[in-house]
């Protein structure tokens, strides 16, 4: 069956490849395997193969194996994951949660404040730093790739912010990148967060639909559009409601794709951005009672909680080689889970007052 004309979510440059090539009309049938070599000269055939053999590789719109014969004038499209570039990292001796591993993937419970990979102003302290240093003590396989023998490293699928915690998904392999690249590409895993936004909503669950793209005021957030609207790209996020207090809701979240700050984005247009969010308006008092005991209260709650209340709860995936179904979950940080009792305990002292 060929793979659906999906979007891609959660791909950016540094993570991704991308190549759109079309066919010269000279030119005589080869292999597709072998015109992509030819091609792309920085990518091992033995990586094209493996795209090929998961879907990654499309022909005018269908997915084609590596022995597909091309023809003059063929639209090839191919989305390659790789790894990251280990000779600019560092391996770094910084500990990791790892909640599931094998030998083809392993999750881990990232921390907040961590950023996921080296980027600009953030060169250490990383998760990647974390992997390397980890993966230095563990085999690591190797193969024969044009002669040359080549390490496999852990690679990542998707990432979260540097101040959103929870689980995330790692390959440990290329070609288990390739076969979690491929459940991204359909969408095809169960993703559910827990935030805490500002207001109360009243419906028990719903869908939301913005579409997200950069704001064209500041290129360094999101902005979300409305879902008929030509800027943005399709977002959904559903959510059900766990808790509600007097100024705020405890949501879960189950994302159906993964645009960046998704679902931060989505509750601000909603007009219920995250606690704690500074970058979407969360962090000062949106709700409640005009008091300086109060404002005193939700300033030392945004002290304690420095950060958007957002937390990777859980990641189900049918696993790429086993077909088992996996459900990886991590509980709460404490500054968040100590966060939810003190507003706990507000309410409690309301309730007494009235």
């Known amino acids: 069956m060929s793979a659906p004309e999906l979007e891609p979510d959660e791909m950016d440059a540094e993570l991704f490849q ?91 419970n990232k921390p907040p404040g961590m950023v996921v990979h080296p980027a600009f102003g953030h060169y250490s302290g990383t998760l990647v730093n974390a992997l390397l240093f980890h993966f230095q003590n563990l085999p690591v396989r190797s193969q024969l790739v044009s002669g040359d023998l080549k390490l496999e490293r852990p690679g990542l699928v998707h ?20 076969r979690l690249a491929r459940l991204f590409y359909e969408h095809d895993l169960d993703r559910r967060y827990i935030a805490l936004c500002w207001g109360v909503i009243p419906q028990n669950s719903g869908t939301l639909k913005y579409r997200v793209g950069r704001d064209p005021k500041n290129r360094k957030r999101m902005y979300g559009f409305a879902e008929d609207s030509d800027l943005g790209k399709t977002a959904i996020t559903h959510f059900r409601v766990l808790k509600r207090y007097s100024y705020l809701t405890l949501l879960e979240c189950r994302l159906e794709t993964g645009r960046t700050h998704q679902i931060r984005v989505h509750f601000k247009t909603m007009g219920h951005p995250l606690f704690g969010d500074s970058e979407y308006g969360g962090d000062i008092v949106l709700r409640g009672l005009n008091t300086a005991s109060y404002r005193q209260f939700v300033h030392h709650q945004l002290e304690l909680l420095p950060r958007q209340a957002l937390h990777a709860q859980s990641l189900s995936i049918k696993h790429p080689f086993t077909q088992q179904l996996l459900t990886i979950e991590a509980e709460l940080p404490e500054d968040f889970k100590t966060c939810l009792e003190r507003w706990d305990a507000f309410e409690r002292e309301q309730l007494k007052k009235s």
């Open 159 to 178: 990432r979260i912010d540097k101040n959103t915690s929870g689980i995330l998904l790692i390959a440990k392999t290329e070609h288990a990148m390739m």
């Open 18 to 108: 991308h190549f759109e090539l079309q066919v010269d009309l000279g030119q005589a049938p080869l292999r597709l395997d072998k015109f992509l070599f030819q091609r792309l000269s920085q990518t091992s055939r033995t990586k094209i193969q493996y795209a090929c053999e998961e879907g990654l590789v499309k022909v005018n719109k269908h997915a084609k194996k590596s022995n597909y014969r091309i023809k003059p004038g063929d639209d090839i499209r191919i989305f390659l994951p790789h790894p990251p570039r280990i000779l600019d990292l560092k391996p770094e001796a910084i500990p990791i949660d790892i909640r599931y591993e094998d030998a083809y993937l392993l999750m881990v």
